[in-house]
């Protein structure tokens, strides 16, 4: 258990938030990647 | 907990499981090899006998009985005697409760044994896991299907598509070719 | 006549030939002396160390390595992606082979082998994720067998018995999916019973996930590169649709991969926050686990979305070669390295020569296996009286 945290609640309180953070990275990157992934295909189709 | 040699594969998961490093195998036993671990003399106990190494003891440093007889007699053992023990049973809540219950005049953890192990008893560690198989069996196929039902509804679409385009092309080759004769 | 028979002799021994036999004897070897002394006697397994190489590869990596019969059979039957049907037969039959080598080794590992029926028959553990792995394990290789089955029977000529076996194949394709799902998880799922064990960087209640979507990059990734390997030593084998179609696999499944690796990536994140595990990546353990998540998961996945990108079929192919040994890397990092990780070195676990001898072996064994069958039965080719119309 980190030393930071006294009570279950603040452990949950700090993982839950930066997972919160995590899946708005999560979400926008993904859907960023399979631009990138496509990209050339798309140049090429004009 | 007792073992049953007529039915071991000899998988050896047991020795994974067990945090406490108990269960052993005959290594060197190349049909029948065993695993080998305290069974409190089960055959012993059944006939209202002792496990042998509590009947030998000339201290009674160890003791045999119902759980719950057990654990009073250590904690009566620990508020009798304050000076001579840490003030813990070990194995009274690690890993849930084990069946073999420790005092001890020094920390556990200078004995080697593990004080980190919490008090999930070890069955709870996967049974959510195994939990989750119906649900994989149930709605799997539902899933599956929706997605094969799709793909080959998309594809004669596509077929019929084609052909109309087909079907179209040629009916304007034949009116042009009409208009020019 | 008599030149035609001394260039026969000597064609049988090939380089690979010579190394294979030595192997096999080697095996043959090994195997009377594990029935005949014990464990004990040919690997370095302990009372703290119950499995080693055998567990670690043959069993996790070769499970996770066969991934590409399920996979490739779902993109091309419930996706519908008619493009990658040449891939079918070489992805079953490498599933296949795998399975059953899986199966030869834990005849070797496990204490009394002729008792593997036993959890079937004998008395049903139902609490143990171990029960699940074999019940799951058995029946997919049993509907691996089947889905291979086509291929032997137009080789012998069995027309019905096949036309029969092939009507079965979207349910076959079905339970393949949902097996697979399952032990492929559910071999991920063993280790949850001992978080006191596995390093936390590894141990994650997210186990079950990691195993299944990493079987699916194993899957794509084995395609790629066992279809690269058969291309090179069996391409006078493959028929014209099959070379054709074999560009299409690489960039479509080299592109699919990069995006499950990229998915995994991040479920390996998220897998550390909410454990609050980022203190373990200071660690030099935790230098193992990034050496693993960023030149094993990310660094692969950006190589095939490079690839993709720029058509190069060349980096597709050896990016796949490295992200098959990316999964063995994190199979032998939960079931053996970061297993056991806080033991004294002297309590630690490396395979015995003879462990890895025999692991060799039923790799040998499998590819000999899969050279008669890929050389003799229409696998890269379409058997002549079974042709498909193509469009």
Redesign the interface.
């Known amino acids: 258990m980190?030393t930071g945290f006294l009570t279950l609640q603040d452990?949950y309180t700090?993982?839950k938030g930066?997972?919160y953070l995590?899946v708005v990275v999560?979400l926008f990157?993904?859907a960023g990647?399979?631009l990138?992934?496509?990209?050339?295909d798309e140049d090429d189709r004009e | 907990m007792t073992y049953d040699e007529s039915v071991c594969v000899g998988c050896r998961y047991c020795m994974i499981a067990c945090p406490f490093e108990i269960p052993t195998y005959e290594y060197d036993e190349p049909l029948s090899p065993r695993i080998m671990k305290c069974t409190f003399c089960h055959p012993r106990v059944t006939q209202g006998l002792l496990p042998g190494c509590v009947e030998a003891c000339p201290t009674e440093a160890l003791s045999f009985g119902k759980r719950e007889d057990m654990l009073h007699l250590a904690r009566e053992r620990i508020r009798k005697y304050p000076g001579r023990y840490v003030d813990h049973v070990y194995g009274e809540h690690e890993m849930g409760g084990t069946s073999w219950l420790y005092l001890s005049g020094v920390p556990f953890r200078d004995l080697g044994m593990r004080e980190d192990l919490g008090t999930t008893p070890a069955p709870e560690l996967t049974s959510g896991a195994l939990a989750t198989v119906p649900m994989v069996v149930a709605l799997w196929p539902v899933l599956l299907t929706g997605i094969y039902a799709i793909s080959k509804r998309k594809e004669k679409i596509s077929k019929r598509e084609k052909e109309e385009a087909i079907q179209k092309a040629v009916k304007t080759a034949l009116e042009q070719s009409a208009k020019k004769s | 006549m008599s030149n035609l028979v001394a260039i026969s002799r000597s064609s049988l021994l090939t380089p690979f030939n010579v190394v294979a036999g030595i192997i096999v004897l080697l095996g043959l070897i090994i195997t009377f002396l594990r029935f005949t002394q014990g464990l004990g006697a040919v690997t370095n397994l302990s009372d703290y160390n119950p499995w080693g190489l055998w567990i670690g590869f043959d069993l996790l990596c070769g499970v996770a390595l066969a991934a590409g019969g399920y996979v490739t059979s779902a993109a091309v039957y419930i996706f519908g992606l008619k493009k990658y049907h040449s891939a079918v037969r070489p992805a079953i039959l490498t599933g296949f082979l795998g399975y059953a080598l899986v199966v030869l080794a834990l005849n070797y590992d496990v204490g009394r082998p002729w008792r593997l029926p036993y959890p079937f028959i004998i008395q049903q553990g139902t609490t143990s994720v171990l029960f699940e792995v074999g019940a799951c394990v058995l029946l997919y290789l049993i509907v691996l067998f089947v889905e291979f089955t086509p291929s032997a029977l137009e080789w012998l000529g069995l027309k019905k018995a096949r036309n029969l076996i092939l009507r079965l194949t979207m349910a076959l394709t079905f339970l393949g999916v949902i097996l697979s799902t399952l032990h492929q998880s559910s071999l991920g799922a063993l280790f949850l019973i001992a978080p006191s064990k596995l390093h936390p960087l590894w141990y994650s209640q997210y186990i079950p996930v990691f195993f299944f979507v990493s079987s699916i990059i194993a899957g794509l990734s084995m395609v790629i590169f066992e279809g690269s390997l058969t291309h090179r030593y069996f391409a006078d084998k493959m028929d014209a649709i099959h070379l054709k179609e074999k560009e299409d696999v690489v960039f479509g499944f080299g592109k699919a991969a990069s995006f499950v690796l990229a998915g995994y990536f991040m479920i390996k994140v998220f897998g550390i926050a909410m454990d609050n595990n980022w203190h373990w990546l200071s660690t030099s353990w935790g230098a193992w686990f990034l050496v693993e998540l960023l030149g094993f998961v990310a660094l692969p996945s950006l190589l095939y979305a490079t690839g993709v990108r720029e058509k190069n079929i060349g980096l597709i192919k050896w990016t796949a070669a490295w992200t098959v040994l990316g999964i063995v890397v994190n199979r032998l990092n939960v079931g053996l390295i970061a297993f056991n990780w806080h033991l004294p070195a002297s309590e630690r676990y490396f395979p015995h020569w003879m462990e890895i001898a025999l692991s060799l072996f039923v790799v040998t064994v499998g590819l000999i296996v899969f050279r008669f069958i890929v050389t003799h039965m229409p696998i890269l080719y379409e058997h002549p009286d079974y042709k498909t119309p193509h469009a």
């Open positions: 980190e452990f700090f993982t930066v997972a995590l999560t990157g993904l990647y399979w990138f992934l496509n990209g050339r």
